[in-house]
């Protein structure tokens, strides 16, 4: 059992060698129709660290994101080769049903979409229709605390989601995501459509929810992923306009000395 | 440029405009355009003209109801005055029996109309020469008529329509109407919406291209060519499965199944729109919740676009009261109070339909009876109308 | 099955979390049943028009036993049959079998020396032998059941010959009404639907068309434009039934003189009242008006601002810029609007039987203010009627204006796609 910050206990089913590693990605590419996407991507991502994917707009970054949780396969003529393993398990695996791998790997939006329910409502019903049972009130704000919105909408919990500005709005996704308890948390640019104040709170909310998920976040500020994560992976685009990674490492190392030369050109902002 | 402006300068008007002189190159004045004004204010008619229809449909509805609940009737009262009466009496003996007399009633004999004041066993006292009727004497034996208004009580109590002899209860009308509509409704809303679902979250283009032109054929079919079918294949398929005794030949429930079908399209369209309104990232946010297309369906994108699917159920609704050939030809016809939808009985539609079909001349009671039914029936479809345009602004769900 | 036991497997060993009860199969089992519960509804409409034309193509074929009233083989004469006779001894047998006022009528119309042969012998078999239709059975019996039926018809009608028929033909189309179903034919309705919506286009388009032009492009935010719309909107969900009694009201009785054509010194002498062709029309017009103007409107609405612009920034005016650019970027959208407001209103049979639509009518209409009956009219006439035989007919005329509905719709469609593929190119 690992113990969370809050108190909460979690089983944590294996441990083995591939226990360290929330997401290893091997072979990957994802294709719409006749066109490849992503390319031959091979890296591993760390649990509970904040992973962030940096590259120019258009090169697949949020593709290759939503591969890690099979939303791609919302697009009809989308498919994929290669292995994503969750756990040791390769979530495109015949037998894996994506409805769960999406409980397990969550999602939070680029434009907040919180559901036109209340607020409460909003936080509840993914763990409800997943099966929740126990004391609602209680999970719901738990994770309002975790996503630091509790203290500003405790009192008016039955008004709807919609009523709250931009910046509440993601916080009121960011607990909806958590409340169904999710090992990982995919962020799709989460603060793009904020203000600059509102970004610094989400940011400020990935580094205390990177105590207790792994956070993927893929952004178009490379600030802001200088700023907020422990690894970084930079992707580009080919001729083809197929993505592929380019490097991969400690976000310390990526900004102040990275290996290759395109990267280093992307970071100092020769293009992009 | 230099150039430009001496040449312009050369060929430039003094323009005089009140008192100020205008040295301009252009004349800029706005000048009268009445061909345009002609034509803004024939287009202006026309659009002014459905406001003309309205006004039209209500005032010919009302002023011919108006005249149906103040038409006087003259019911034969089977009574007879027992002695002959002279232009100066204003008591009189009349027959004991048949229908009962009370003071108040307005009597009439021969052409004189009278007012009873004091009714008392036979003898009957009147105030004469009412409603500028000329006082005259009256023989024996003259039978006696007692007006019989149609009071707006009777007309929504009633229970039995027949004008001829005077019952103007609208209820038989009234309940086949709603039996008609509510078989109609259990057909059409679940079967609707269910289409509507299944359209927008789960079928593939091919799919789609394919179905929703059937559903236009079905809206696009003539009402009567529904009633052939109401009465060719509907009745005999209940009279078979539901035995022949219990269906008759002519039933609302044949009827208002076949409405059912007849708006099915309709809801189907209109919650389809409805339902693809939602924005995609509503879908993608259950989803990535981990929620099945079943869940994310019916709990959070049905509920988006609630507003939207109950405007549909109640235009549909409307849709379904006013429905008239498939009723008159399958329902059947002289108003039967019943709630057994195997029975025959006529719509408010259908009796309108057969009265005005025969022999109808102006003015008479049934000609008046039947705008005072319009007149119903067309405050109850616009109220319906109004009531959902008024949900679909109050209620429309802001998304972002 | 094995698929199965893996799945369950694997996703056990993926935690759940405390408090959340496992429930993926259940709501999995739920999504695949409601799926198919979903998919069935979609098949009903499918299936219920499959019957509605087959139930219709059933009753407009069949076989029917005819039954003569005199029998044919009596009329010979000296051995020779009856359609081998000349014209002389048909006339012969004419004057014999038919009283004299009906010769008299018959020599006026056309006297018989004019008639060909073949002329006499119709009339022949009309007047005299006399076929009647005494029972008819549907396609599907005909076709599969056909021993049945000629057993139960030898039963039933031991006198009647058992031939097929199809009640729609090209005869059909062009005889004219009668009281007789196995003579009876759609043409007056026909005329008279034609004549009607003739009337109701040029009514109601150019009023539509206007009021839809007013609403977008002159029409401020004023408050009595705001009524003209909300209006038109209401009006458009008003029942049929109640612009029929509007159209009584004000077309056939309170504008008689009009609509009769008293006025215009044409009236039909067989009916010198309102109930004509006119009113009809008018009635169906203001039926299908606010379907053409929020049709319309929505045509212009869809026209690119930036050709207003374009033409504004050329100094034309309103008029100009409408007239020379708006309409004719709309027309494609407001004609195939219009087109399916049409075929709405040849359908529509309430509005018309109260405004007086007559019940027997045998002569084709003359003009807009002649007495008129319509092809859904004379379906429902048909159908209301007892006998099998009319409802053979009716079934006939249905197909008879469904196809004529099909060709409307088929040309808007044609229309629609034509005219978004001229925009895309």
Redesign the interface.
């Known amino acids: 059992m690992i113990s969370l910050t809050n108190g909460q206990k979690r089983p944590f089913a294996t441990l083995s060698s591939n226990g360290e590693y929330a997401i290893e990605v091997q072979e990957l590419r994802v294709h719409y129709g006749d066109f490849m996407a992503i390319k031959d991507v091979n890296f591993r991502i760390e649990r509970q660290k904040i992973t962030a994917i940096i590259g120019p707009s258009g090169c697949g970054k949020s593709t290759m994101l939503r591969a890690f949780n099979r939303m791609n396969e919302l697009v009809p003529t989308a498919w994929t080769e290669g292995e994503v393993l969750f756990q040791g398990q390769n979530i495109y695996a015949e037998w894996v049903d994506p409805v769960q791998v999406r409980r397990h790997i969550g999602m939070v939006f680029q434009k907040p979409n919180p559901f036109p329910k209340s607020i409460y409502e909003n936080v509840a019903w993914g763990a409800r229709i997943n099966g929740f049972q126990g004391d609602m009130d209680a999970l719901v704000e738990r994770s309002l605390r975790q996503a630091a919105l509790w203290d500003e909408v405790k009192d008016k919990l039955y008004q709807s989601g919609l009523s709250l500005s931009g910046g509440q709005q993601q916080r009121l996704c960011i607990a909806r995501a958590i409340a169904v308890e999710p090992e990982i948390v995919l962020m799709d640019e989460p603060a793009s459509a904020l203000d600059p104040i509102a970004t610094l709170k989400i940011e400020e909310l990935m580094r205390q929810l990177a105590q207790d998920y792994t956070i993927i976040v893929v952004t178009h500020n490379m600030q802001q992923a200088a700023r907020v994560s422990d690894r970084t992976a930079f992707l580009m685009m080919d001729e083809d306009r197929a993505g592929y990674l380019v490097e991969y490492g400690l976000t310390k190392e990526i900004f102040t000395n990275p290996q290759d030369k395109r990267t280093e050109d992307y970071i100092t902002g020769r293009f992009g | 440029m230099q150039d430009e402006m001496t040449t312009v300068a050369k060929g430039s008007v003094a323009v005089a405009t009140g008192n100020v002189v205008i040295d301009a190159a252009v004349d800029l004045r706005k000048r009268p355009?009445i061909?345009?004004a002609l034509?803004?204010g024939?287009?202006?008619l026309?659009?002014?003209?459905?406001?003309l229809?309205?006004v039209?449909?209500v005032f010919?509805?009302g002023k011919?109801s108006l005249s149906f609940f103040s038409q006087q009737l003259w019911e034969d009262t089977n009574k007879q005055l027992v002695v002959a009466a002279d232009v100066e009496m204003t008591t009189f003996e009349i027959v004991e029996g048949g229908k009962a007399l009370q003071g108040g009633d307005i009597i009439r004999i021969n052409d004189e109309v009278m007012r009873i004041v004091v009714l008392d066993g036979g003898l009957v006292t009147v105030e004469r020469g009412l409603q500028g009727t000329r006082v005259v004497s009256h023989s024996a034996e003259t039978d006696i008529f007692v007006s019989n208004k149609v009071s707006l009580t009777e007309f929504f109590t009633g229970t039995k329509w027949n004008p001829q002899i005077g019952q103007f209860g609208i209820w038989p009308l009234v309940t086949a109407t709603l039996m008609t509509s509510a078989f109609a409704m259990i057909i059409a809303l679940?079967?609707g919406l269910?289409?509507a679902?299944?359209?927008s979250e789960?079928?593939?283009d091919r799919a789609r291209g394919i179905?929703k032109p059937?559903?236009e054929?079905?809206a696009?079919?003539?009402?009567?060519?529904?009633?052939?079918?109401a009465?060719?294949?509907m009745t005999p398929l209940l009279r078979k499965v539901l035995g022949a005794e219990t269906v008759q030949i002519y039933n609302t429930a044949s009827a208002g199944i076949v409405i059912g079908?007849l708006i099915?399209?309709l809801v189907s369209s209109m919650s389809e729109d409805a339902l693809r309104a939602v924005?995609r990232?509503?879908?993608?946010?259950?989803?990535?919740?981990?929620?099945?297309?079943?869940?994310t369906a019916?709990?959070?994108v049905v509920?988006?676009a609630l507003s939207g699917i109950t405007a549909a159920f109640i235009?549909a609704t409307?849709?379904a009261?006013?429905?008239?050939?498939i009723v008159?030809?399958a329902a059947g016809a002289g108003p039967n109070l019943t709630f057994n939808p195997f029975q025959s009985a006529e719509t408010m539609?259908g009796h309108?339909?057969r009265i005005?079909?025969g022999d109808l001349s102006?003015d008479s009671i049934d000609y008046n009876s039947?705008?005072a039914i319009?007149l119903m029936?067309?405050f109850v479809?616009?109220s319906l109308?109004?009531i959902s345009?008024r949900i679909v602004r109050r209620f429309r769900?802001?998304?972002? | 099955m094995a698929d199965q036991q893996v799945r369950t497997q694997g996703t056990a060993s993926l935690p759940q979390g405390e408090g959340f009860q496992e429930n993926f199969a259940a709501r999995h089992r739920a999504g695949r049943v409601w799926y198919v519960v979903f998919q069935a509804s979609t098949i009903i409409g499918i299936v219920v028009l499959t019957a509605l034309l087959y139930n219709i193509v059933n009753g407009a074929f069949g076989l029917a036993a005819i039954q003569n009233e005199v029998n044919p083989e009596t009329l010979a004469v000296e051995g020779v049959p009856l359609d081998k006779l000349d014209k002389q001894h048909l006339v012969d047998i004419l004057q014999q079998n038919l009283s004299k006022g009906l010769l008299r009528r018959f020599e006026s119309e056309q006297p018989f020396a004019e008639r060909t042969r073949e002329d006499v012998y119709d009339l022949v078999i009309e007047r005299v032998v006399e076929p009647q239709v005494v029972h008819t059975w549907s396609l599907y019996d005909s076709l599969f059941r056909r021993s049945a039926v000629l057993a139960a018809a030898a039963e039933d009608y031991p006198d009647a010959r058992i031939e097929f028929m199809s009640w729609i033909d090209p005869k059909f189309v062009t005889t004219p009404q009668s009281s007789d179903p196995e003579k009876a034919g759609v043409r007056t309705a026909i005329l008279g639907s034609l004549w009607t919506i003739a009337i109701t286009i040029v009514f109601a388009f150019p009023l539509g068309v206007g009021a839809a032009i007013y609403l977008e492009e002159y029409a401020t935010d004023h408050w009595v434009n705001r009524i003209i719309q909300t209006n038109i909107n209401n009006l458009a969900g008003v029942p049929s039934i109640i612009y029929g009694m509007l159209g009584l009201a004000i077309f056939v009785r309170a504008l008689e003189p009009l609509s009769s054509g008293t006025l215009f010194g044409l009236t039909d002498p067989t009916t010198a009242n309102g109930r004509t062709i006119f009113s009809a029309g008018l009635t169906l017009g203001l039926l299908i008006l606010p379907l053409i103007i929020i049709n319309g409107q929505e045509a212009i609405r869809a026209v690119p601002d930036s050709l207003r612009r374009a033409s504004y920034g050329l100094g034309a005016t309103k008029w100009q810029t409408v007239w020379h650019h708006v309409l004719p970027n709309a027309l494609p959208g407001i004609l195939t609007g219009t087109i399916l407001a049409v075929s709405r209103a040849i359908g529509e049979t309430a509005p018309l039987i109260v405004v007086g639509a007559s019940t027997f009518i045998t002569v084709d209409p003359s003009g807009p203010f002649s007495k008129f009956t319509t092809l859904p009219i004379q379906i429902y006439q048909w159908t209301a009627r007892p006998q099998d035989e009319f409802r053979n007919i009716a079934a006939g005329a249905i197909i008879v204006l469904l196809a004529l509905l099909l060709a409307l719709n088929a040309s808007a469609v044609l229309l629609r796609n034509r005219y978004s593929r001229r925009v895309r190119s």
């Not at chain 2, 990232?281 to 869940?295: I, V």
């Not at chain 2, 009261?321 to 050939?325: D, Y």
């Open positions: 355009r061909r345009e034509i803004q024939f287009l202006f026309c659009g002014a003209l459905s406001i229809t309205t039209g449909i010919e509805l011919e679940p079967l269910s289409v679902i299944y359209l789960y079928a593939s179905l059937i559903l054929i079905l696009g079919i003539p009402t009567v060519v529904y009633g052939y079918f009465l060719t294949l079908i099915l399209p924005p990232s509503l879908r993608e946010a259950a989803y990535g919740l981990g929620a099945t297309k079943l869940e019916v709990k959070v509920p988006a235009v409307s849709r009261i006013g429905e008239t050939m008159a030809v539609t309108i339909v005005s079909g102006y039947i705008f319009g029936l067309f479809t616009l109308n109004v345009q769900e802001v998304y972002e």
